[in-house]
């Protein structure tokens, strides 16, 4: 073999190394592992910069990390900071109804799971919702000559990076990347996060915490929590919660590299005054969430009681069960078909019945528009006398709780 053909064979080889495995070299398992790091970073660039800093400003970010999470996106997925900021804001603002840009209640969650990423796509030529909710998102010169007048150069970058470090496979890591995003925050989030799941509380719309563990999606798992307080810049809730992307961005507290605004409120409370006052109403109010969460756990109780004492006969334990499930839940919220076993459950428990009752009464104290404060305060007072005179041991011990509440 002369010395063209060993330099011929030497390249070929090379050619065919690089094309195998990039220039790291990289084994299938690491290649694995590197994808998942580098599309985790996609999610928490996510959740933290453009779900809670740039749509709710729930927290400040520092230019560094901010341009940093900017970057990374326009690389991995090439989506423009307005145009996400702008429809995440919208649907907000229109959740559940008609202009709701991506809502399974609306479009139906095969849609939504499916095609969500073409839902987004439709929305973002919408110069209207762009106009109205896409203020305050990056105006520099960088945004309008890069990001966004060239949103599809940062994914081809990155499909010949990926190409040029993993070689073929790297097609496969690029293909991944690209489908992370639509996949879970489009599909699951979007979708599924509005239409299967549980609800700590109840908020005005469909929302549903997928997993109380957020970390495969940053911690966007717990969409009810977010919807119920979204200027929140922790989703997490209660103690078996576990929201990531908080985690991160209290790493970067402790930097100096983000400034968390708010986190979700606690109902605090003291000694039980004789009576509630104005200020008892103040601190319902402003945790009427979590007051309601309270009163659903001791409509969910009261509904196991009398199940223990339905046992032996079936249909009136199918009924109960069903009162267990829906009673706690706003009417709106309460499917059509179920409506007449909680009104049979009703008739023949006179417990449940007042409770659901009192329930709709304490609820009103939010809800109305015209009273006055001291007219609220009245009625509050006059709801703990009726529900402590009730008989019913858990309205009696609610009540008693409620009148310890302060804000």
């Not at 933290?48 to 400003?57: N, P, Q």
């Amino acid at each position: 073999m002369n010395i063209f053909e060993n330099v011929w064979s030497t390249g070929w080889d090379a050619l065919v190394h690089f094309v195998q495995h990039g220039l790291t070299g990289a084994s299938w398992w690491q290649i694995v592992l590197v994808t998942l790091v580098l599309t985790h970073i996609t999610i928490a660039s996510v959740t933290i910069y453009l779900h809670r800093h740039s749509a709710h400003r729930a927290l400040d970010l520092h230019p560094i990390p901010a341009h940093f999470f900017r970057f990374w996106l326009w690389m991995t997925t090439g989506m423009v900071t307005k145009q996400w900021t702008a429809i995440h804001r919208k649907h907000h603002a229109k959740c559940e109804r008609e202009e709701d840009p991506h809502s399974p209640q609306i479009y139906g969650i095969k849609k939504v799971f499916w095609e969500g990423a073409e839902l987004y796509r439709a929305e973002a030529k919408n110069a209207e919702t762009m106009a109205r909710y896409g203020h305050g998102t990056p105006d520099d010169w960088i945004e309008r000559n890069l990001y966004t007048k060239h949103s599809a150069l940062g994914v081809s970058l990155m499909l010949i990076i990926n190409v040029a470090l993993f070689g073929a496979l790297g097609l496969t890591v690029w293909a991944v990347q690209m489908i992370w995003i639509p996949l879970w925050a489009a599909g699951v989030i979007n979708g599924i996060g509005h239409y299967w799941g549980y609800r700590n509380f109840e908020a005005v719309d469909a929302s549903t915490n997928v997993s109380p563990w957020g970390i495969i999606v940053g911690g966007e798992e717990l969409h009810n929590n977010h919807h119920t307080y979204p200027t929140s810049a922790k989703f997490s809730v209660k103690p078996y919660e576990f929201d990531i992307g908080w985690m991160y961005i209290r790493g970067l507290q402790a930097l100096g590299l983000a400034h968390p605004k708010k986190v979700p409120p606690r109902l605090a409370f003291g000694d039980v005054k004789p009576v509630a006052d104005e200020k008892t109403l103040e601190a319902i109010i402003a945790n009427r969430y979590e007051v309601m969460a309270g009163y659903a756990a001791e409509l969910r109780a009261a509904c196991q009681r009398e199940l223990q004492g339905v046992k032996s006969r079936s249909a009136d334990v199918a009924l109960v069960k069903a009162a267990q499930r829906w009673l706690h839940r706003d009417d709106d919220k309460v499917p059509a078909n179920v409506k007449p076993q909680l009104a049979q459950v009703l008739a023949q428990s006179p417990v449940l019945d007042k409770m659901v009752t009192m329930r709709e009464e304490l609820r009103a104290l939010w809800s109305s528009t015209n009273a006055t404060r001291e007219q609220l305060a009245a009625d509050l007072q006059a709801w703990c006398r009726r529900a402590e005179e009730s008989g019913i041991a858990a309205l009696r011990d609610f009540s008693i709780k409620l009148r310890s509440a302060h804000a």
